[in-house]
């Protein structure tokens, strides 16, 4: 092992993370070794610790990158760098932080740890672990300082992650991409960085959030009263109601409730009001767009679906969050449960679907 090199005086989590300029080097564990051989890494039954961990680190990279953060990774070319060249090329390019991505040999007890070469390390380490170990419900362990470790002895603050025991946790390293985003998560909130939320799940969580809790399907509310946050949200984005219909005055109309959620989602500030509007301005919008030949299966968190009889503007909009259908009100002429709504997609008659996803 090479002599511990001094460390950066620059404290990550004590500054400001600068997109343009700040690095993260984030490796698979094991993989290439030093002498060009293939190194699995520890191994139990077919399952080695190098296979496990390459998913993972391409996961917790994309949100990352996602996040606007710098990213070097040998995982973009499926672990192609040896641990000696790892640390010289995040060395060469100036990489601010340093964390290989490794998991236990079988006889290790379940949980997450790490190690550490200084005090910075430490802390970084820690904030880290502790994160991914609450995210992915596994033990804590604590970490471990040790300065012969090859891959803490780069030039910037470095950590190797022991994401869990090959054998004791094979079930949870196997659920890569939410390893992966419990990983980059936990960077993310060390270095001060907002985790990346794409405009599907925006309006998934806005929908869900403003929606009747445990209403069924056409979901109209108990007594014509919305939730407080869907009062709240409606009195932000339509200030003035005066001119409108009794229900829709109350947000109890689904043309109402998807202008709403678009809006305080943030998502799309000018979707309009009044289905006809919104049947019209969905197939136009750069921010939305169609779901060719969509299935129950297709629906994802955050669709908007519309519910039109042919050949008018007639008809109902809601959207899909969590598996359910979020609705604001209801008509007569469409399918009141989620069964019946998904039955009819793809279906010709008096009404028919279409499904429009955020971009």
Not at 291 to 313: E, F, P, R, W
């Amino acid at each position: 092992m090479r002599r511990m090199l001094k460390l950066r005086q620059r404290m990550v989590s004590r500054m400001k993370w600068n997109k343009n300029k700040d690095v993260l080097a984030l490796m698979v564990g094991h993989g290439k070794s030093l002498d060009g051989s293939w190194d699995p890494g520890c191994t139990y039954g077919k399952y080695t610790e190098a296979g496990l961990m390459l998913p993972i680190v391409k996961a917790a990279a994309a949100l990352l990158r996602k996040s606007g953060v710098k990213v070097l990774t040998d995982a973009d070319k499926d672990n192609n760098r040896n641990m000696k060249s790892s640390v010289a090329w995040a060395n060469n390019n100036g990489a601010d932080l340093y964390i290989s991505v490794h998991c236990d040999y079988k006889l290790a007890t379940s949980g997450v740890m790490y190690y550490y070469g200084s005090a910075e390390e430490k802390k970084m380490g820690a904030a880290v672990a502790k994160y991914v170990a609450t995210y992915m419900k596994l033990k804590y362990k604590g970490g471990k300082g040790d300065n012969q470790k090859f891959e803490v002895n780069s030039t910037e603050p470095g950590i190797i992650l022991e994401t869990g025991s090959i054998k004791m946790d094979l079930k949870t390293l196997k659920q890569a991409k939410k390893y992966g985003r419990a990983i980059a998560k936990g960077i993310l909130k060390y270095i001060g960085v907002p985790v990346y939320v794409s405009n599907r799940a925006k309006l998934a969580k806005t929908a869900t959030a403003l929606a009747y809790p445990g209403a069924p399907d056409e979901a109209r509310y108990p007594g014509g009263k919305p939730t407080k946050a869907y009062k709240a949200a409606l009195n932000e984005v339509y200030p003035d109601r005066s001119k409108w219909g009794k229900a829709p005055q109350k947000g109890a109309s689904c043309d109402v409730f998807g202008g709403t959620v678009a809006r305080s989602s943030g998502v799309d500030k000018k979707f309009p009001r009044g289905l006809s509007d919104q049947i019209k301005y969905l197939p136009k919008s750069d921010k939305f767009s169609l779901v060719k030949n969509a299935t129950k299966d297709k629906l994802k968190d955050g669709d908007y679906i519309i519910y039109q009889k042919k050949n008018s503007n007639k008809g109902h909009i809601c959207m899909y969050a969590d598996g359910k259908i979020k609705h604001a009100s209801h008509q007569k002429w469409y399918g009141r449960t989620t069964k019946n709504v998904a039955a009819m997609l793809n279906k010709s008659g008096k009404e028919f679907v279409r499904v429009y996803r955020a971009k």
